[in-house]
């Protein structure tokens, strides 16, 4: 599953980021390296982008990136 | 007329970096909270122990690496301008998200500061941070402040001062990649040697080997320039 899967208050662990070059290099930068915790707080009106917390801090991503972070699941 | 030493400040969005700008020139820059605010460059000045320092408050950003316009300005920044000294303003309750910023500033200058900013806000946290030990993991100095009550100003504006007299020399500890990575590295250097002495050159390689093109395109610009 991707962190697009996760429901809002659902955690996820990053497994891996299935992308190349600069949008896996933000997500890089955002903290979304492998054996973070994320939590899915809640999504935009439209449902997109989706607000998740990484590493203390608030971040929206876009339904396109969101689905290039492979997560399992923990709560 | 004495000269002025450049410094750079950069950090990561929403860390008190405008404040910190603020406090030390005494400029009411306007502080404000969207994406790329301060995507012009802002500059003020401030004097200490009779010198004066040109402070240049570089856009907020989590990376050097992404290309995104903040990004290029505030490296090509650190990178070309050759600053006296980096000041990277961190969030003290937020450190490890903010330490990314510093490794990659670090790997282009050792002329760098570690402003720990929001430190008010870390104490109401209960957060005990080990300063020392930070300082020596990172092989840079560590200034503890709180820009909106003063706390630490004096200090920083010292440490600063003190890199720029050359009586302080930072030491960030380097970033050794993996040995096919070095020999890469080690390969291309030679091809680098017409890029001058104060521009990083390993730093260029790790950048070309990245696959950067946009870092060549500084380059040259810079090379016409000299």
């Known amino acids: ?75 | 007329m004495s000269r002025s030493y450049v410094v750079a400040l950069g950090g990561n969005p929403n860390t008190g970096k405008s404040t910190i700008f603020n406090t030390l020139t005494g400029l009411k820059q306007h502080t404000g909270n969207w994406p790329g605010k301060t995507v012009v460059q802002a500059k003020g000045y401030y004097h200490y122990n009779g010198k004066t320092f040109e402070l240049v408050d570089l856009p907020g950003t989590y990376s050097l690496l992404a290309n995104s316009p903040e990004e290029q300005i505030a490296r090509d920044f650190i990178c070309f301008a050759n600053p006296t000294a980096t000041v990277i303003v961190v969030d003290a309750t937020c450190l490890e998200r903010n330490l990314n910023l510093v490794l990659q500033v670090s790997e282009i200058t050792s002329q760098v500061i570690v402003c720990l900013n929001l430190m008010d806000e870390a104490r109401r946290l209960n957060l005990r941070l080990d300063l020392p030990l930070l300082e020596q993991q990172l092989g840079i100095p560590v200034i503890p402040t709180t820009a909106t009550t003063g706390e630490g100003m004096a200090e920083l504006k010292d440490a600063i001062a003190r890199i720029a007299m050359g009586q302080l020399r930072p030491k960030p500890t380097p970033l050794i990649y993996e040995p096919f990575l070095e020999e890469q590295i080690k390969a291309l250097l030679p091809s680098l040697s017409r890029i001058p002495a104060n521009i990083n050159k390993r730093w260029i390689a790790l950048r070309l080997l990245d696959g950067d093109s946009s870092i060549l395109k500084e380059v040259e610009v810079h090379l016409n320039e000299q």
């Open chain 1, 1 to 75: 599953m991707t962190l697009s899967d996760l429901h809002p208050g659902e955690i996820g662990i990053v497994k891996t980021i299935t992308t190349k070059g600069p949008m896996r290099r933000r997500m890089l930068d955002l903290g979304l390296v492998p054996g973070t915790k994320v939590q899915m707080l809640f999504t935009s009106p439209v449902g997109n982008p989706i607000a998740y917390t990484i590493r203390g801090a608030v971040i929206a991503l876009r339904q396109d990136a969101a689905n290039h972070v492979v997560v399992q699941r923990i709560l």
